[in-house]
C-alpha cells in the first residue's frame, strides 16, 4: 500500500510519498515490463512568487528528484518549462507560459515523484494615472506663467523719448 500526503501553503507545496508494503515475494513478469518500487521521499516545489502579471518572469526551484533525472514542468496539460535536477535532487527552471489567463495556476512537476505548488495570476489596467496628471499640471503652470507675463508687462512704465 502507497500513502501520499501532501501539505500546501501559499506558495510551497511539499509532497510526501511512502511505501508500506509488507510483501515478501513477488511473481516475475512475463510481460517484459518493469515495475517501479515507490522510495520514501521529501520533495518540494518553490516558486519566486506568489502573484504575477501576465509578461512577469516566475522561476520555479524544486527539491526531492532522483539525483539527474528529467523535470517536466506543466500548467493545465501545456509544457511551461524543463529542468534536470542536480547531484543532491535539485532544480531550477523558468516558467514561461505560452498563453496566460487569470486566476490561479496549478504547476506541476513531474520527476520521479509529483512536485505541486500554484501562482495567481492578475490582470491590471495598462494605463497610468501619471501621464495625466503631469499634462494637467503642466497646462496649469503655463496659464499660471502667462498671467504673471501680463501682470508684470501692465506695471512697465512708458518710455521716454
Known amino acids: 500500500m502507497t500513502t501520499t500526503t501532501t501539505t500546501t501553503t501559499a506558495v510551497t507545496t511539499t509532497t510526501t510519498t511512502t511505501d508500506s508494503s509488507s510483501s515478501s515475494s513477488s511473481a516475475p ?3 517484459g515490463t518493469s515495475t517501479t518500487k515507490a522510495i520514501d521521499a ?3 516545489l518553490t516558486l519566486d512568487k506568489d502573484n504575477i502579471q501576465p509578461g512577469d518572469q516566475l522561476n520555479a526551484s524544486g527539491t526531492g528528484c532522483a539525483p539527474g533525472s528529467d523535470v517536466k514542468l506543466t500548467s493545465k496539460d501545456e509544457k ?3 529542468a534536470k535536477a542536480d547531484g543532491t535532487g535539485k532544480f531550477n527552471s523558468p516558467v514561461e507560459f505560452a498563453t496566460i489567463e487569470p486566476g490561479r495556476h496549478v504547476i506541476e512537476a513531474q520527476c520521479d515523484i509529483l512536485l505541486v505548488g500554484s501562482v495567481d495570476v492578475s490582470l491590471t489596467s495598462g494605463t497610468s ?4 496628471t503631469l499634462v494637467v499640471l503642466v497646462f496649469f503652470i503655463l496659464i499660471g506663467a502667462t498671467m504673471l507675463r501680463r501682470q508684470f508687462s501692465a506695471l512697465r512704465l512708458p518710455a521716454k523719448n
Not at 129 to 132: D, N, V
Open 42 to 44: 521529501d520533495g518540494a
Open 29 to 31: 513478469s512475463s510481460s
Open 80 to 82: 511551461v518549462g524543463t
Open 129 to 132: 494615472g501619471t501621464s495625466s
